[in-house]
T-cell receptor, first 114, second 116 residues
Framework: AQTVTQSQPEMSVQEAETVTLSCTYDTSESDYYLFWYKQPPSRQMILVIRQEAYKQQNATENRFSVNFQKAAKSFSLKISDSQLGDAAMYFCAYCDFGNEKLTFGTGTRLTIIP | DTGVSQNPRHKITKRGQNVTFRCDPISEHNRLYWYRQTLGQGPEFLTYFQNEAQLEKSRLLSDRFSAERPKGSFSTLEIQRTEQGDSAMYLC??????????????FGEGSRLTVL
């Protein structure tokens, strides 16, 4: 079974600074998706960024980028120019290609310090 | 608003009572998922439907849990004889299939269950 591990229960960063959230996963599959989802307090979970395993190029979405290391099974999220609205729980998630059944990590609570 | 809608948002019940949650997915989405999230944990998969067919159930889904999606649109999740361990946030998500599928799930705001 696939597993996703987030080893940082909490992180904090000064506003406008950069922070990196870590994620490792375990799978025997070669084709899969990796995701970072954001869950603000009392609001629904939304997709931050998505990476297809067959793509070598790291995904980027505005201030959010990933460092995808397939051999190491590592998938970290970098948030640049942190903003107060970035404060949330961040979940790393995995799914096999063609099946959107997600396996989530335990999450990292990100606090932005004004 | 055409997002995923869940009702009720909060439910407090006494142990042993039955509860039912409803999820209305994004209208053009064929797949519908139920997840459970306990405090301090990530969501855990419970079950999913493609149209009206329930294609997979997790071992977490005990006999007291039943989910339906009778017309391939909205879905219900019923918990019978609730236990304190059922207290959690129940999340519903939907996704399209076929060429529009990207692996992304679209989540509702969840239904929080508290069993006293």
């Amino acid at each position: 079974a696939q597993t996703v591990t987030q080893s940082q229960p909490e992180m904090s960063v000064q506003e406008a600074e950069t922070v990196t959230l870590s994620c490792t996963y375990d799978t025997s599959e070669s084709d899969y998706y990796l995701f970072w989802y954001k869950q603000p307090p009392s609001r629904q979970m939304i997709l931050v960024i998505r990476q297809e395993a067959y793509k070598q190029q790291n995904a980027t979405e505005n201030r959010f980028s990933v460092n995808f290391q397939k051999a190491a099974k590592s998938f970290s999220l970098k948030i640049s120019d942190s903003q107060l609205g970035d404060a949330a729980m961040y979940f790393c998630a995995y799914c096999d290609f063609g099946n959107e059944k997600l396996t989530f990590g335990t999450g990292t609570r990100l606090t932005i310090i004004p | 608003d055409t997002g995923v809608s869940q009702n009720p948002r909060h439910k407090i019940t006494k142990r042993g009572q039955n509860v039912t949650f409803r999820c209305d997915p994004i209208s053009e989405h064929n797949r519908l998922y139920w997840y459970r999230q306990t405090l301090g944990q990530g969501p855990e998969f419970l079950t999913y439907f493609q149209n009206e067919a329930q294609l997979e159930k997790s071992r977490l889904l005990s006999d007291r849990f039943s989910a339906e999606r009778p017309k391939g649109s909205f879905s219900t999740l019923e918990i019978q004889r609730t236990e304190q361990g059922d207290s959690a946030m129940y999340l519903c998500a939907s996704s399209p299939v076929g060429q529009r599928a990207t692996g992304e799930l679209f989540f509702g705001e969840g239904s929080r269950l508290t069993v006293l």
